[in-house]
C-alpha cells in the first residue's frame, strides 16, 4: 500500500506507475541533491528507489507496532485490513505534515523536529496500537477481581531476547541512515555520533529498567530489561545526532525508567499490552520527542509538543474509525474457544509449539 499511494501521499513520489527513471528525477528529502554534493559516483537512476525502500521501512515499524499490542486475540484478517489503511493512508498523512513540511490539511506548518521518528513512527504506531487494544478488549484471565493483574508469561524469552537484539541491530539503520546522505567527512562523523549515541541509549535504558525492576518486583526481570533498552532507543531516535554520549545515555536511562512504571500503569488501566508496545513506543516516544529541545537549540518545547499532539489525535482518531468499522463488519476479536487453542493453531492450521501439546 505504501508503493500504491502512501509514498504519493507523504512525498508526492508516485512509483506504483511511475519507471524508475521518472521518479528519480525527483528530489525526495535531498537525496538526489546531496549524493550529487558528496560525489556519489553510482546510477542516479536508482536513486528515488532507494529513498523508497528507505522509507518503507519507517512505515513497516509503525504498523508492527500495533501487533504486539493486540497479540493472542485478534482476527488475522482485520488486523491485515487495518494495515491498508493505515500504511496506504493514515501515516502517510502524519508523514507529510511532519518530514514533508506539508501544511496540517492546508492550514499550518508544523515547527516539529523528529531525526529519525520517535513521534512520526513510534508514537504514531502506538496511538494506533491503543486504540485497538481499547475496542478489544484485554485477553481472557489477564484481569482478575479487586484490581488483580494476572501475569500471562511469553512463550519463549530467549527468542525474546533475541529479537531485542536484532531490533538494536537494525536501530543503527534506522537512525544512521536518517541522515539521508551517501558520503562526506561531515557525514561520516555524523553518522558515527549517531552510532555511538543509538548505542549509549539503547544501554542506558536497559540498565535503568533492570534496576528499577529489581527495586519494585525484588527479581531481575528480562522482560523489563528487554523493554528498558528498547525504550532507551526509542527515546533518542527523535535527536541522535546532536546530544552528547552521556547526555545520550541519560535520556536512554530516562526512557527506561519510565517504561517500567509506564506498563505498570497501563495494567491498573486494564489495557491489555502483551508486549508493552504503548508504553514503549507511545509514552516513551512522547518523551523522546520532548527532550529534542534540550540538546538541539533550533527546537522548541511548543512545537515538540504540538506536533505530538497533532500526531497522536490524527492516528488515534482515524484508528478508531477503522476499528470501529471493522469490529461492525468483520468483527476484531477472536472466540473464546479459539483464544485458548492459539491463534497459530486457529489461522495457519499448525501449531508454534507442538512438543508441547497434547495430541
Not at 519507517?58 to 499490542?69: H, L, R
Request: aromatic share 12%; glycine share 14%.
Amino acid at each position: 500500500m505504501y508503493m500504491v499511494c502512501g509514498y504519493d501521499i507523504m512525498y508526492g513520489g508516485g512509483l506504483f506507475l511511475s519507471d524508475v527513471a521518472t521518479v528519480a528525477n525527483l528530489d525526495v528529502a535531498g537525496v538526489l541533491t546531496e549524493s550529487a554534493e558528496a560525489g556519489f559516483d553510482g546510477d542516479a537512476v536508482y536513486s528515488g528507489a532507494s529513498d523508497f525502500f528507505f522509507q518503507v521501512v519507517f512505515v513497516a515499524t509503525c504498523m508492527s507496532i500495533v501487533s504486539g499490542a493486540v497479540a493472542e486475540r485478534m482476527k488475522l484478517w482485520a488486523f491485515l485490513a487495518f494495515a491498508v489503511v493505515m500504511t496506504g493512508f493514515i501515516y502517510p498523512m502524519e508523514g507529510a505534515w511532519t518530514w514533508n513540511g506539508d501544511a496540517v490539511f492546508g492550514m499550518f506548518e508544523l515547527n516539529y523536529s523528529d531525526y529519525a521518528g520517535s513521534g512520526i513512527v513510534h508514537m504514531a504506531g502506538a496511538a494506533a496500537a491503543l486504540s485497538a487494544v481499547i475496542f478489544l478488549g484485554a485477553r481472557k484471565g489477564k484481569y482478575g477481581a479487586n484490581g488483580q493483574v494476572n501475569a500471562i508469561p511469553g512463550a519463549n524469552l530467549p527468542l525474546a531476547t533475541l529479537g531485542t537484539f536484532i531490533l538494536w541491530m537494525g536501530w543503527f539503520g534506522f537512525n544512521g541512515g536518517s541522515t539521508l546522505k551517501l558520503g562526506g567527512i561531515a557525514v561520516a562523523n555524523e553518522v558515527a555520533n549517531v552510532f555511538l549515541n543509538t548505542n549509549a541509549a539503547a544501554s542506558g535504558g536497559a540498565i535503568a529498567a533492570i534496576i528499577v525492576a529489581r527495586i519494585l518486583f525484588g527479581k531481575a526481570d528480562l522482560t523489563m530489561l528487554l523493554n528498558g533498552a528498547l525504550a532507551g532507543l526509542v527515546a533518542i531516535t527523535a535527536e541522535p545526532a546532536d546530544p552528547t554520549p552521556l547526555a545520550a545515555t541519560i535520556i536512554g536511562a530516562v526512557g527506561g525508567i519510565i517504561v517500567v512504571f509506564s506498563i505498570v500503569a497501563l495494567d491498573k488501566l486494564k489495557l491489555d499490552d502483551p508486549v508493552g508496545a504503548i508504553s514503549v513506543h507511545g509514552v516513551v516516544g512522547f518523551f523522546g520527542v520532548m527532550v529534542v529541545p534540550v540538546t538541539d537549540g533550533d527546537a522548541s518545547f511548543v512545537g515538540q509538543f504540538i506536533g505530538a499532539l497533532v500526531i497522536f489525535a490524527w492516528v488515534f482518531i482515524t484508528s478508531s474509525v477503522v476499528w470501529l468499522a471493522l469490529k461492525a463488519i468483520m468483527g476484531i476479536r477472536v472466540s473464546e474457544e479459539d483464544e485458548y487453542n492459539g491463534m497459530d493453531l486457529v489461522d495457519c492450521g499448525m501449531e508454534a509449539y507442538p512438543e508441547f501439546t497434547g495430541k
